[in-house]
């Protein structure tokens, strides 16, 4: 729903695109997706073997952050979801595009600290899409995007402080935002140049809405297991499936 939403603002938010600010997406045309041609690529990313048990989170350094946790919690290093489906896995298309510049949504992204856990654990955003980090902590965080092809940045954000408001200015996938209060805060950004990505739920489903039709290598990544990539050719208007399965 989130990545049809992207469309459909960028189709109708062309005129009020910010300006180009690298020579590179300047000279890439707009990005137009033709609604009558468009179509749905979707899959599941799949786990067999046996379930990681994820460790409980030792908190006990910080009583405040601890005292939030109505039960310990656990790391969402891998995630297994019931139905035998993986959760927190990034997805994107990775290669078939023709080459443009899509416009990010004007809504942010956002990114809370609750708990002295980031939510959610794996993010989705665009080029120079605003991410809007909020503490709802009585605590102090220090929000370190370890980025690499991004500049990386730390910056201190105070209890219930005002949103931090960062943008990322080139495509990285993915780099950890840690926290150098609490070592066991981290989660996952995942900046694309497009907006046909997706980050798997409960359900380990993903759905890319809106896409031309073509010939694309579809890119899953998590944090703990790895990248994978396969093909699949949409046709004009259709539907086009693939899956993934990690496992041991
Ligand atoms: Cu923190």
Redo the contacts with the bound molecule.
């Keep these: 729903m989130f990545l049809q939403g992207c469309v459909v603002l960028m189709l109708s938010g062309c005129g009020s695109n910010p300006a180009p600010q690298t020579q590179t997406k300047a000279a890439l045309p707009e990005a137009h997706v033709d609604p009558a041609t468009a179509g749905t690529i979707s899959g599941k990313i799949l786990f067999q073997g046996a379930k990681p048990v994820m460790p409980t989170i030792d908190m006990s350094s910080n009583p405040s952050c601890e005292r939030q946790q109505k039960t310990p919690a656990k790391a969402e290093t891998v995630v297994v979801n019931p139905n035998g489906t993986l959760r927190y896995a990034y997805v994107r298309i990775k290669d078939g595009l023709a080459p443009a510049h899509w416009a990010p949504p004007a809504e942010p992204v956002k990114l809370t ?1 609750s708990g ?1 856990i980031y939510t959610p654990h794996v993010v989705g955003i665009m080029v120079d899409q605003t991410l809007s980090i909020m503490n709802d902590d009585p605590v102090n ?2 929000v370190h995007a370890e980025s690499q092809t991004n500049a990386a940045w730390n910056i201190s954000e105070a209890p219930k402080d005002e949103p931090k408001l960062r943008k990322f200015s080139s495509e990285e996938i993915l780099f950890p935002m840690t ?1 150098s ?2 070592p066991w ?1 981290r989660s996952w950004i995942g900046v694309s140049s497009h907006p046909f990505f997706a980050v798997t739920g409960e359900d380990g489903s993903f759905s890319l809405a809106g896409v031309p039709p073509g010939t694309y290598t579809i890119e899953v990544v998590q944090e703990k297991l790895g990248r994978k990539e396969g093909k699949v050719t949409l046709a004009a208007g259709g539907t086009a499936a693939i899956d993934f399965t990690y496992g041991n």
Excluded: A, G
């Design positions: 600290q002295c965080h220090n926290c209060v609490h805060m």
